[in-house]
């Protein structure tokens, strides 16, 4: 094999056997079908507890309806960056809806969730600010905090009287103070304590922002997120979600002030510099919308499932973390073995994904299931009996 100009990504080839050595090393799992409760992967049909897909909604029939009619009439792409030429009128059709859902006066979308925390942190805050963030907070945020260049002040997991500590000490510290939380966090499935950080925030004059990334869809009425779970509407500064998960097609969204989207039009990097959504994509989360309130029915499910599957697993014994919403961990602690008991379940037909460091901290990996809308009562029997029967030959389960 070719060792390339000179060799000089030679590291990357060690880095990379030492993962092999260590048993870290992940294979991509290739999907050959739609994304589903029920998927083949690998040339393997598996019961999927691996997907974001909340309600099922990837492969609703309107969402496909609404891409496949939008393509015929406006085509595959969009041609540019939203301030050149890009902006469509599917895209501001799709922002005015979720606003309205949102229950707040302005929304951005952007191609993803990444990219809305990411461009969002790094527009409005600079060196002179301050971030007041959770330490278990979306990698997405994180980068956004170090691309503003802003000073991060991080606080152990949910420990509101910790963030206000860190504001407090900085009263008199010039430059402005952002407290920023994710609403449910994606790998242990808890919810951020948003009552207690709200009133932080006021009490200290520093700017609130939530990522509801895996609570819109799931979490509040028709799935409105956390701000609507708590009660918080016009108390949160920024709130972001994402279209790629519960929405069940691509991309995140920023929901706040006029003022602030406007302002993001202006200075957000990945608004500026990237290309706008295919109308296909803005067309199925318009759609989206649309069956998130003329399917209520869906979400119910989904906490039904969810409180059957966690019933299940406890029932069998398994520690399921810090779990509270349809994301629920089932925590291995070493990393190889994690990986090695999500291999195993593949093989007998269940797919939960295996998460270890860098993803989490050291010592606390876990194979990660999240529960959908669409799970049948009798596939979840079946992942619970597998699960059980594995993690009993592994040694997991005592
Ligand atoms: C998945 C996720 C994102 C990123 O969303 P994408 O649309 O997949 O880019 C952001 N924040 C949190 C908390 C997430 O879980």
Known sequence: MSEGAGGHLRFLGEQLAAWRGAGTFQRLRVLESASAAESRFDGRDVINLASNNYLG???????IEAAIDATRRYGAGSGAVRTISGTMRLHLELEERIARFKNVPACVVFQSGFAANAGTVSAILGPEDHIVSDALNHA????????????IHVFEHKDHAAAERIL????????????????????????????????????????MMVDDAHSSGVLGRAGRGTVDHFGLDGRVDIQVGTLSKAIGVLGGYVCGSRDLIDFLYHRARPFLFSTSHPPSVAASCIAAFDVL????????????????????????????????????????????????????LFEEGVFATGIGFPTVPEGKA?????????????QLDRAVETLTRVARRMGILG
């Not at 029915?297 to 069998?316: C, P, V």
């Open 57 to 63: 909604l990837t492969t609703h029939p309107k969402l």
């Open 168 to 207: 407090a000490g900085l009263a008199s510290a010039p430059g402005r103070k952002l407290l920023i939380t994710d609403g449910v966090f994606s790998m242990d499935g808890d919810i951020g304590p948003l009552p207690q950080l709200v009133a932080v925030a006021e009490k200290h004059g520093a700017i």
């Open 140 to 151: 997405s945020i994180i980068d956004g905090c170090r691309l503003s260049r802003g000073k």
């Open 366 to 378: 876990r194979i990660r299931t999240i529960m959908t809308a669409t799970h049948t009562k009798l």
């Open 293 to 344: 309130e003329e399917e209520p029915e869906r979400i119910e499910n989904l906490w039904d499932n969810t409180r059957y599957f966690k019933h299940g697993l406890q029932s069998a014994g398994f520690d399921t973390g810090m779990s509270e919403t349809p994301i629920t961990p089932i925590m291995v602690g070493d990393a190889a073995r994690a990986h090695a008991f999500s291999r195993e």
